[in-house]
């Protein structure tokens, strides 16, 4: 059997790996004595290997045999994919109905979570725990509750969410407060409302930094903001169009991340950006800055070169037709390897995609890049960056609290009224389940 390229969920809102359709040993996570359904097959005389070939070429006759399609683990997305289909059952040939496909594969993660907590488990990282992702670059306060959920289904298990502008110029200093406070606290509660560890940057941004009075007014309010628990980093921090203005704010920046040991996050301006990269890492050797503590993002082809060269943590924001594309991206993991290669969606309030991590890192498996490499550049580098000040740990999604929606932020809730709240001890259940 071809070995797998990406370890990751098995199925997902938004995607289905090839293995689920196509691998006859998509049931070999069932393993070190666990059991439960399959017996039953045995003892009709059909052998695993068949019955395993059996259910998958249904299911890609079924759904067309696209590789990486939508396909959900519920009885009324499987009743609604069926449409009139009839499928046969490997073990006793009679008839496959939405609710026992929906059973089946329930009964599949179920055991292979359990498998995993078994001694010996171990993924293909060196132990790591395999197919989770960080988005070290995403504008949740933008997004839905449809994206968190997705989002944790695609193997997401935290993001970070650098202070930014909102789409038009704030004129108070109030405002940018009430902002920091957002992204710092009611952000970071309804993240872990869905299963996803939240963090933030704090920092005055390169595009609103050119009303002055104003910018050291901000300026002055982030010391209160760069000790909450959950920040990670200032940021981001930049340029925009390359004013004095923006000059100052970004040195004094500098200075201040400095004093509070914190690591930066650069934004890189989206006009004359090679220009711009390289006056900002000429600003940051100036004022003696550790490289190694410094992410450059919205990288591109033409600043990559010199952003590694020099020392630094060389991010890409997944932006449709702008920034930078998934095919790109592999082109360029295939060329300079994953070492200090960051990959994000800075998916904001404008179009842009939530899943842009998780379905880059599939298309560098289909690609034929290892599972190592992508694990590098989606989860480990990120980690190890946006660690160093101790505020992200592993073992916050590890060991993570229960998810319980009844609980209240000042009062506030996730849920509206007659909806039931999504109670669940510690544990990633659907997420954890994974093709080995």
């Known amino acids: 059997m071809e070995p797998v390229k990406w370890v990751g969920p098995l199925v997902g809102k938004d995607v289905v790996y090839k293995q ?3 691998d006859p040993g998509m049931f070999s996570i069932i393993y070190g004595g666990v059991s439960g359904a399959m017996p039953s097959f045995h003892r009709r005389g059909m052998k695993q290997d068949a019955q395993d070939r059996r259910l998958c070429e249904d299911i890609g006759q079924m759904t067309g045999s696209p590789p990486l399609g939508s396909f959900a683990c519920d009885a009324g997305t499987l009743q609604e994919l069926m449409a009139g289909k009839t499928l046969r059952c490997p073990c006793c040939d009679g008839p496959l109905t939405a609710e026992k496909l929906a059973r089946l594969l329930s009964d599949v ?9 078994q001694p010996g488990h171990a993924s293909s990282n060196g132990g790591q725990p395999a197919g989770m992702i960080i988005d070290p670059h995403a504008h949740m306060i933008s997004r839905t509750t449809d994206d968190y959920e997705a989002m944790a289904k695609a193997g997401v298990v935290a993001v970070i969410e650098p202070a930014f502008w909102l789409g038009q110029p704030r004129t108070k200093v109030g405002s940018y407060v009430d902002y920091f406070a957002m992204i710092s606290g009611f952000e970071r509660f309804r993240a872990g409302q869905f299963g996803i560890r939240h963090y933030c940057t704090i920092g005055l941004n390169p595009k609103e930094a050119n009303n002055e009075a104003l910018a050291e007014a901000v300026i002055d309010a982030l010391p ?12 981001e921090l930049g340029y925009d169009e390359q004013t004095l203005l923006e000059d100052k704010a970004l040195r004094t920046q500098i200075e201040l991340a400095k004093e509070f040991a914190l690591p930066i996050m650069i934004h890189t301006p989206h006009r004359d950006k090679r220009a711009g990269t390289q006056r900002t890492m000429d600003v940051l050797k100036e004022h003696k ?6 992410v450059i993002d919205h990288n591109n082809e033409e600043t990559i070169r010199e952003v590694l060269d020099r020392g630094y943590w060389c991010a890409f924001s997944i932006y449709p037709q702008t920034k930078m594309g998934s095919e790109r991206m592999a082109v360029l993991v295939e060329r300079f390897g994953p070492e200090r290669l960051i990959v994000d969606s800075a998916c904001d309030w ?3 995609d939530p899943l842009a991590v998780a379905k880059t890192a599939r298309l560098m498996a289909q690609r034929g890049v290892s599972a190592e490499v992508i694990h590098q550049v989606v989860y480990i580098n990120a980690l190890a960056v946006y660690g160093l000040n101790g505020e992200m740990d592993e073992l916050h999604w590890l060991a993570p609290a229960a998810i319980d929606q009844r609980t209240l932020y000042e009062g506030n809730s996730v849920l509206r009224g007659g909806q039931t709240p999504r109670i669940e001890q510690p544990g990633r259940h659907v997420d954890d389940l994974r093709i080995l």
């Open 289 to 294: 800055f550790d490289p190694a503590r410094c």
């Open 350 to 352: 404008g179009v842009s």
């Open 20 to 22: 689920v359709l196509t």
């Open 109 to 117: 993660q179920r055991l292979a979570a359990a498998a995993s907590d």
């Open 224 to 235: 209160r903001f760069l000790v909450k628990e959950g920040v990670v980093a200032m940021g």
